[in-house]
């Protein structure tokens, strides 16, 4: 007979390990089963080239949890930012520049460059996020209310968020509403008149999102790039000493501390459901493990339609996992570079302030809107925007000495392609961002060792995240909060006794937080069995 287990985790991304880990600490017995060689799912550090360790998806950090940290003792197991100053670094085709970061008199001066008008408003603008950051932040790791069971304890919940909701007051509970259900173009175009720093921010409102910023939904995305901290600041991003994945070997540390078992190269390939109740996992290989309860960091399509028979599941609940939005415009390329890109508007050699942050290239909104167009209609973007970060410039741990990595996130480019496909467009479409980068940093192209390109449908292959959709699904209103990953399941359970979610299908949704993991460890202990 198979060994029981108290709790089955479904994949080592940082979610699941953060689950992992919290029931470990408190006593329960613990496997968790990774399909890779490797630990964190999107959140990893990988040895792409020889010397050079690459944060190969997510690339910088801010979101992650302080209760996570300070719980599970990472910094004892390595975790350690590195904050970014300054943060955001675009330059524009007539050879001006933006710089913006945490030092505020830097930013407002950068600003004026372009607006007296938008530095005397960034300010107030600033406030105001941080005004429904306390109102919306502490949300993060709560349960979902659902507002249809008539339990008492969710119409509390309903009620106590209502009642904060209006001490907001009228004035800033109408930013608030605006903020989750709202487009990200008419909120910045209200505050600022600089189309310069209107894109330089607008690119947080759309990165993951097969949406531009004119569209509803996106000003919750820029706002949930707002939120977070480094080292107890908040809004500001680092970069995580190591790489990425050092966030999710620590947490892995702390779980092994506890008791919790980890195999790599275990790809699940069925939940065991017994009398519509599961009783643990079966792999790709045949090997079965027994456990009271399973728990799954893959999205809602991996887990209720690859992974079960739909016999355990309604029709309704199914129809509802069926209706998930998993669309996706997102390229990553890594790069190993022999020197830093020099751009035209700050020329230099080595590294300078601009290449500590994100390096946006993403001349004026109507460039971003343009860019999805192309998306749209089923091709990769002509002009696409490009995110790109130099980690090296702060972390020498990450490649050989003088050498550096480069990380360009681009939208948009969907995942399926009309009159043509990946295979035949992915390295044309990487050779035009490199043209595009080249133009503004002429050394770029000449400084490249060696490159990976990233496609949607080669996230899907390789972290199983359905469609490459980065945030395991939409982060629209009509998927956040209650109704994520559907109606009525918002609280980590699912219609299978003793089956449970904890990955970003769940809320609050895709970032590296670990709130999913750490609300679902909650649920999970509050239904011991």
């Known amino acids: 007979m198979p060994s029981t287990h108290d709790a089955i985790i479904i994949g080592a991304g940082h979610n699941g390990l953060v689950t992992a880990a919290y029931l470990a600490r408190a006593g329960y017995k613990v496997l968790v089963l990774e399909r890779r060689e490797v630990l964190g799912g999107c959140c990893v550090t990988e040895e792409v080239w020889p010397g050079f360790k690459v944060s190969t998806a997510a690339y910088v950090n801010s979101l992650l949890r302080p209760e996570i940290i300070r719980d599970l003792e990472l910094k004892k197991y390595g975790f350690e930012m590195l ?29 004026a460059k372009f607006s007296p008008r938008d530095a005397e408003n960034f300010p107030k603008y600033e406030a105001m996020l941080t005004r429904v950051a306390d109102f919306l932040e502490p949300m993060l790791v709560q349960t979902p209310p659902d507002p249809f069971a008539n339990r008492v304890g969710d119409l509390w919940k309903l009620a106590k968020t209502g009642w904060g909701f209006r001490g907001l007051g009228r004035g800033v509970a109408t930013e608030a509403v605006e903020i989750l259900t709202g487009a990200a173009r008419p909120i910045l175009d209200r505050w600022f008149e600089s189309d310069e720093l209107k894109a330089t921010l607008a690119t947080d409102a759309v990165i993951g999102a097969f949406a531009p910023p004119s569209h509803p939904g996106t000003a919750y995305v820029l706002f949930h790039h707002v939120m977070g901290e480094c080292d107890g600041v908040r809004g500001v991003w680092g970069y995580v000493r190591g790489g990425m ?7 892995a540390a702390a779980a092994r501390s506890h008791g919790a078992e980890i195999r790599t190269n275990a790809d699940v390939g069925r939940i065991l459901v017994k009398d519509g109740a599961a009783v643990g996992v079966a792999l790709k290989d045949g090997t079965e493990f027994r456990a009271r309860r399973v728990v799954s960091g893959a999205d809602a399509n991996v887990t209720f339609v690859k992974l079960m028979d739909p016999k355990d599941l309604s029709a309704e609940f199914l129809a509802q996992v069926k209706r998930i939005d998993y669309s996706s415009a997102t390229v990553k390329i890594n790069v190993a570079l022999s020197e830093p890109p020099q751009f035209k508007c700050l020329p230099g050699s080595g590294i300078g302030p601009h290449h500590h942050g994100t390096m946006h290239i993403c001349p004026g909104m109507d460039y971003i809107e343009r860019a999805y167009d192309d998306a749209k209609y089923g091709k990769p973007a002509t002009n696409p925007m490009l995110e790109c970060t130099m980690a090296t410039a702060l972390d020498s741990t990450l490649a050989p000495p003088g050498k550096h990595i480069l990380s360009m996130f681009i939208q948009y480019a969907p995942y399926e392609l009309k009159g043509t496909t990946w295979d035949v467009e992915r390295d044309r479409f990487a050779d035009r961002c490199f043209d595009i980068l080249n133009e503004y940093a002429p050394n770029f192209k000449s400084s490249v060792i060696d490159r990976m390109v990233i496609a949607p449908p080669d996230m899907e292959r390789l972290w199983g995240i359905t469609g490459g959709n980065i945030m395991q699904g939409a982060m629209s209103l009509s998927t956040m909060y209650s109704f994520r990953p559907v109606p009525g399941y918002a609280n980590y359970r699912t219609p299978v006794r003793g089956l449970y979610m904890c990955g970003a299908a769940t809320h609050p949704g895709g970032g590296v937080m670990g709130a999913c993991g750490l609300n679902a460890a909650r649920e999970i202990l509050r239904d011991r069995v």
Do not use: A, C, H, V
Not at 245 to 251: A, C, K, P, Q, T
């Open 83 to 111: 904050p970014r100053s300054p943060s955001s670094f675009t330059p524009f085709p007539d050879d001006r520049y933006l710089m913006m970061g945490p030092d505020q008199q830097m930013t407002l001066k950068e600003i």
């Open 245 to 251: 994945g050092m966030i999710s070997n620590s947490i």
